[in-house]
Each structure stands twice: as C-alpha cells, then as structure tokens.
C-alpha cells in the first residue's frame, strides 16, 4: 500500500510538472504582450489564431510590464513581449531559467515638443522633461543620452507620469511642455496638439550617436524548461512571429485599422503614420544576442540594477539553430 501511494504521489507530481510547463499536449500556447508597438507586430498573428478552428496560441494585452512579468512567473502566460532590461531582471530572479526568444522591437523613444529651441539633447538643459516608465528602459535611455551630452541630472528635471496618456494630456494643456513619448503615443500627443512635433531625431538615432550600438525596447522571453520541454510549439511561436512583424511593416494600412479592432488606438490614420515609426522588427540567434548584450553592458555600466545587477551569460539566449 505505502510504495502504491508513493508511485500515486510521484505520478501526481509528474503530472504537475507538465501542467506547470504548459502546452500538454493540444494544449494553446499562452502569449502576453504590452500594448503598443509589441503587440502591433502581433496583431497578424492573433488574427489568424483568431481564426482558425483549433487556435494554437491564445493572446492577452496588458498596459503594465510588472503586471505582465507576474503572469509570466507565476506560470500563467507561457511567452511575454516585456522590455529588454526587464527580461534580463527575470533572468536573474529565476536563477537562469528565462531566456529570450526574439528581439521584436528597437527604439521607439521620441521627443515631442512645440519649442523651436530644442534642437538638440544638451538643449534640455534647464527644462523638464515629462515621460512614463521609471524605472525602466524609457528612463535608462534618456538619463544615459544626458550623460552623453554632458548633463548631469540635476541639470535636467525628469518627471514621471503612470501612463502614455497623461503625458500626452500635459503635452497638449502646455504650450511649452517637453516629453519623451514611445510610439504610437508621439504619433498621436502630435496629431492632438496642433504645435506639437517630433523634434531632433528619434532617440534610436541618437542612441546611435553617442557609439553605443543597438537601442533595443522590446523583447519576447519564454522559460528555458518550458522551452525544453516544447520545442515545437516555440518554433512554431517564432515562426509565426517573424511572419507577423513582416506583415506589420509591409502593411501599414491593415495593420492600423487591427490596431483600432484591438483597442490599441483609437483611429487607423494616426495608428498608420505611427507604424512606420515603431521599429518593429524580428531578430533571433546570433544577431539577437550580438544586439542585447551590447545594450545591457550599457546599462550594466549605467545602473547594474536595471538588469538585475549583471549582464547574462550565453544561456540567456534561446537559439534555434547554429547560426
């Protein structure tokens, strides 16, 4: 009786390790993304999943990254579109078991203003500056701009707002108002407020500037044994992905108007002049890791605790194939 309850026990405890990975099989393939450029190169993707009589993937739209890592961790959402500072944090917290799948988004970090002063980022000097995301990559990237362009953060006040939203709001009560804004939220403080536009370049190119390689925003991260123990649904993930980033570049036009079915913008005109400008992307293998870890030795360099007080070693990169 006792060693037929241990293999009952044991059987138990398999069977929980499985559901814990996920995707038993027939099972759909959770995805978590944030709203915005991330899930904008989703949106073929979910159409077609949407579609089709027996979905391998279910899809669900959250407005805050902590609320999406928390899914993720607790086994609720199998692949998450997070920020890329954020998923080396994860790394870290599980003792190595997340990796990243795919890069599926670079710079999109703009800045918007009605002042034909600002011509530069040593022109912020004195002002402030209204943005979301502290703590995050939004905040890294401008404070290391301003690093680079001799100021010091006492020379250039940064004030945080909880949503894109509110930002845009300020933008367009304050004539002279100054943000930083991701996509499509520039594309729309701009559309709202008649003497608003995106000044200097976008931030992508000044990141570039300054000699420090890739900006990347957004990243797709699965668990390594999840990973392991579907290899096939991962593929199938990725694939589909890629598919679907190409789909929102190459279409603009029907990818706005998803963006509208989706919730994700109010009106398909701003949606469509804003897709371009988002940086969508796919890249996977060596190019994806070659891109990540430069822009996590920047920030180790910057703050070691916005990506969780190290830059991750090989195992942080989930490869397909020997590139």
């Not at 701009?145 to 953060?153: D, K, Y």
């Not at 044994?225 to 929102?248: G, I, M, R, T, Y």
């Amino acid at each position: 009786m006792k060693k037929r309850m241990i293999s009952v026990w044991q059987a138990a405890f398999c069977m929980a390790l499985l559901l814990g990975n996920a995707a038993v099989a027939g099972e759909a393939g959770r995805v978590g993304a944030l709203k915005g450029p991330t899930s904008m190169g989703l949106l073929s993707f979910m159409e077609k999943e949407k579609e089709a009589e027996a979905p391998n993937f279910t899809f669900e739209m959250m407005t805050a990254a902590d609320e999406l890592s928390a899914k993720f961790i607790k086994g609720e959402i199998d692949f998450a579109l997070i920020p890329a500072n954020m998923a080396s944090i994860l790394y870290h917290k599980t003792d190595g078991n997340v990796q990243v799948a795919d890069i599926n988004t670079l710079g999109v970090l703009y800045l918007v203003t009605g002042r034909e002063d600002i011509r530069s980022v040593a022109d912020l000097q004195g002002n402030t500056v209204y943005m979301t995301g502290k703590g995050q990559t939004p905040e890294y990237v401008l404070r290391y701009l301003l690093e680079a362009n001799g100021l010091t953060e006492e020379e250039v006040t940064v004030e945080f707002k909880s949503e894109a939203t509110e930002v845009v709001s300020v933008l367009a009560q304050e004539p002279s108002a100054i943000a930083v804004l991701p996509q499509p939220f520039a594309t729309v403080a701009c559309a709202k407020s008649g003497n608003k536009k995106m000044v200097l370049r976008d931030l992508t190119e000044e990141w570039d500037a300054v000699g420090t390689g890739t900006l990347v925003t957004g990243v797709t991260v699965v668990k390594k044994d999840f990973a392991q123990a579907n290899p096939e649904l991962v593929e199938e993930f990725l694939e589909a992905h890629k598919a679907s980033a190409e789909f929102a570049n190459g279409n603009p036009a029907e990818t706005a108007q998803l963006t509208v079915s989706y919730g994700i913008m109010e009106q398909a005109g701003a949606a469509e002049m804003a897709i371009p400008k988002c940086n969508i992307t796919y890249l996977d293998g060596k190019d994806m890791q070659e891109a990540l870890t430069g822009y996590l030795q920047v920030l180790m360099e910057q703050n070691p605790d916005s990506i969780g007080g190290a830059v991750p070693g090989e195992d942080f990169y989930h490869m397909e194939t020997d590139d």
